[in-house]
């Protein structure tokens, strides 16, 4: 079955970095997107951004640009979420999920796990 | 503030129909149709239930239900259940360069 697992939960301090693995099983990695969702305590959901593991390309949400770095590794079948110059307000659980190869958003099944980030000095 | 809008709340009785609606705008809702919807149960993934408005995953309940009207789309879930208690998110395409919105989330209770 199509399965999406995410490493284990951080916890950073501020002005750190921090990389999040998801990696895909049960499915052909390269034709599809993953798209990294972000989810803070007690709130709704965040588009983060998408990549095509097949050519690379990326789109980031417009408040992210320069923060973060979405990669894939299509040896592995294992998607990478790096966000950079942490602050506590990127306290958050983090979520990648297959998603279109060609439209951001479009869909998003199966999620992963989700991975806690907390950031905290 | 959440790009699309949702009612915080909304509950109903076991067996009864209920709405949650999603108000976007000509930018997003209203110009494509690529709306989805998900479920998340507490301390859960969200799980995918609708896309493209109205069409239904493999897997998921006829009793679930997409649908658009301008820049307002909407989830209709019959026969409520009990297992159905759970936030609900609509999601969309935009135009914008946000490229994707979701609401802010409705929180379905079932009497």
């Known amino acids: 079955q199509v399965q999406l697992v995410q490493s284990g939960a951080e916890v950073k301090k501020p002005g750190a970095s921090v990389k999040v693995s998801c990696k895909a099983s049960?499915?052909?990695?390269?034709?599809?997107?993953i798209t990294w969702v972000r989810q803070a305590p007690g709130q709704g959901l965040e588009w983060m951004g998408w990549?095509?593991?097949?050519?690379?390309?990326?789109n980031y949400a417009q408040k992210l640009q320069g923060r973060v770095t979405m990669t894939t590794d299509t040896s592995t079948s294992t998607a990478y979420m790096e966000l950079r110059s942490l602050r506590s307000d990127d306290t958050a659980v983090f979520y990648c999920?297959?998603?279109?190869?060609?439209?951001?958003?479009?869909?998003?099944?199966?999620w992963g796990q989700g991975t806690l980030v907390t950031v905290s000095s | 503030q959440s790009a699309l809008t949702q009612p915080a709340s909304v509950s109903g009785s076991p067996g009864q129909s209920i709405t949650i609606s999603c108000t976007g705008t000509s930018s997003d809702v209203g110009s494509y149709n690529l709306v989805s919807w998900y479920q998340q149960h507490p301390g859960k993934a969200p799980k995918l239930m609708i896309h493209e408005v109205n069409k239904r995953p493999s897997g998921v309940s006829n009793r679930f239900s997409g649908s658009k009207s301008g820049n307002t789309a909407s989830l209709t879930i019959s026969g409520l259940q009990a297992e159905d208690e759970a936030d609900y998110y609509c999601?969309?395409?935009?135009?914008?360069?946000?490229?994707?919105?979701f609401g802010g989330g409705t929180k379905l209770t079932v009497l």
């Open positions: 049960g499915y052909t990695f390269s034709t599809y997107g």
């Open positions: 999601c969309s395409y935009t135009s914008s360069s946000t490229y994707v919105v």
């Open positions: 999920a297959r998603s279109s190869p060609t439209c951001p958003g479009c869909w998003l099944d199966p």
């Open positions: 990549i095509n593991p097949y050519n690379g390309n990326t």
